[in-house]
């Protein structure tokens, strides 16, 4: 509330000081009971909804036929189903298409903040026409027109695809955190000789990394989940998997309930392992 | 000083501009080898910049600065090689944060000299015997308190044995009680030789080691004398008054 300054209008405010009992009630709605009631409710509204519409529509629910997905008991031990297959294959699409968009990003990012006008001019083209594409439109492009013209399988296209849209997103995370690197810095290291590049390498990427953490941590966790669009080029991956049981067995509402459960678990693992990262980062200084 | 030395630095006409204001008018000085110069002046009059330009942090647009023989111009090449060869303290210290003391001194020499590491460290720790926090070499920049902060960037200049030593108001960000320790260590800087140009407001620390008081007024060089005479009789009224100014109390 902005209850400072303008006393002009003091008088005529004042008749709107909030009166005691609104002022409890509001107490009472953020406390925690209330929130978790209040949670509660919620929740409950929208799986109430969910669950009468698939009755109304006869929906059969089979979530038994839903753990041989994930591992089956065969004579001798127990194999894997088809979703953790799947999500492997979606862990190693992200992890490759990641790093190569790490190495754009950085490139991009250097080529922006550098002296030469064509180098900025190519990083702000760049960023400009990946950033206003949508992302599956990206990909036909990789696949449909890049694909034919310079061999690339679906595989590399789906990759390449990832790598260049997120590059793209990863160069601005790199541009704030250098950015965010003291001037001084800079200064110090040009007084004692450096060159551009030693610059970069000994003081100023060094120190971009706490600022970088927390928004690379997000694209992470955004490439896992924007990886699943490959699956309308059926790149094999968990939500092509998923697409797959459904079309075998007609369980559209668990499989895609467990599929995003999974994408869910996954994320929030590496959020997680992300905070106490930064943890670490930041005990210095 | 030796009136015979040659000089070291040389301004002729430099001038800078920030946009249209004009930052360095016509500067004309020269530094012999081994002299110290102290710049002083009123805020804004220039006496930074004209140092940052002596080692290129900011570029002039007229004139010519030769420094050590090399002149001062877009070639990269020569630019790093006048660093290489002029050591700069600042105001806010600039140590690098991620480092250790012992880090800060030696990534110069290592990186830029390609000198052996353990040769390194040892010349880093003879810089920290001089400036008397020997017992540092493995904290890092934050768990110093700021005279000690700005004693290691005085080392890490040092180490990359340079022939020239900038300082840009290095005692105007400390606490009072720390300024002598650091002006300590200049004026035992001073008496190595070494050639420097200070820019400063400490007027103890001019009386003691100047060779020759330069005072500046809106980028001009106004006055160029002698300690002696600069503080008992000054030529301009304008270094006067300045003097009367802070000399007040």
Not at chain 2, 40 to 64: A, F, Q, V, W, Y
């Amino acid at each position: 509330m902005s209850a400072g300054g303008d006393i002009a209008g003091a008088g005529a405010r004042a008749a709107r000081v909030t009166p005691r009992w609104l002022k409890q009630a509001r107490r009472v709605m953020a406390s925690r009971p209330a929130s978790i009631l209040i949670y509660l409710a919620v929740i409950w509204a929208i799986v109430a909804t969910a669950l009468n519409g698939a009755e109304a529509m006869g929906y059969n629910w089979q979530w038994y036929r839903i753990p041989r997905y994930f591992f089956e008991a065969v004579e001798g031990g127990i194999v894997l189903g088809e979703i953790p297959w799947g999500l492997v294959g979606t862990l190693a699409l992200s992890a490759t298409a990641f790093l190569l968009a790490t190495f754009i990003g950085l490139i991009v990012a250097l080529l922006r903040l550098s002296d030469l006008i064509v180098g900025r001019w190519v990083a702000r083209g760049f960023l400009e026409i990946v950033r206003n594409s949508p992302l599956l439109v990206l990909l036909y492009v990789f696949y449909y027109v890049f694909g034919p013209i310079f061999g690339l399988d679906r595989y590399s296209a789906s990759v390449l695809c990832l790598a260049v849209f997120h590059g793209a997103l990863i160069s601005e995370i790199f541009r704030a955190g250098i950015n965010a690197v003291a001037k001084g810095q800079w200064e110090a290291a040009d007084a004692i000789g450096m060159t551009r590049w030693q610059v970069y390498r000994y003081i100023v990427l060094p120190q971009s990394v706490r600022f970088m953490l927390p928004p690379m941590t997000g694209e992470v966790v955004n490439m896992i989940k924007s990886s699943a669009i490959v699956s309308v080029i059926a790149v094999a991956e968990l939500t092509t998997i998923g697409r797959n049981i459904i079309s075998d067995t007609y369980m559209s509402f668990e499989i895609w309930f467990t599929i995003a459960a999974v994408y869910m678990v996954v994320t929030l693992i590496i959020s997680t392992g992300a905070t106490l990262l930064e943890r670490r980062y930041t005990v210095r200084d | 000083m030796n009136p015979g030395a040659s000089s070291i630095i040389e301004l002729t006409g430099v001038s800078k501009y920030f946009g249209p204001f004009k930052a360095l008018d016509d500067i004309k000085l020269t530094v012999r080898t081994g002299e110290r110069v102290v710049v002083c002046g009123p805020s804004g009059s220039g006496k930074s910049t004209m140092i940052r330009c002596i080692n290129r942090l900011e570029e002039h647009d007229e004139g010519k600065i030769v420094v050590d023989g090399i002149e001062l111009g877009e070639d990269t090449q020569n630019i790093r090689a006048v660093r290489q060869d002029v050591g700069m303290v600042f105001q806010q210290f600039n140590l690098f944060p991620h480092l250790t003391v012992l880090e800060n001194l030696t990534i110069g020499p290592i990186r830029v000299r390609k000198m052996e590491k353990a040769k390194a460290e040892a010349l880093a720790r003879q810089y920290l015997d001089r400036v008397h926090i020997p017992e540092q070499a493995g904290k890092y920049p934050a768990q110093l308190s700021g005279g000690q902060q700005q004693r290691v960037a005085i080392a890490r200049s040092l180490c990359m044995e340079p022939r020239i030593m900038l300082f840009d108001e290095p005692t105007s960000a400390l606490d009072p009680e720390m300024i002598n320790e650091v002006l300590d260590v200049m004026v035992e800087l001073a008496g190595t030789g070494m050639t420097m140009v200070v820019v400063t407001h400490e007027m103890g620390f001019a009386r003691k080691v100047a060779d020759r008081m330069v005072f500046m007024e809106s980028g001009r060089i106004v006055e160029v004398a002698p300690p002696a005479k600069f503080f008992s009789d000054p030529d301009s009224d304008r270094a006067r008054l300045f003097l009367d100014q802070i000399l007040e109390h």
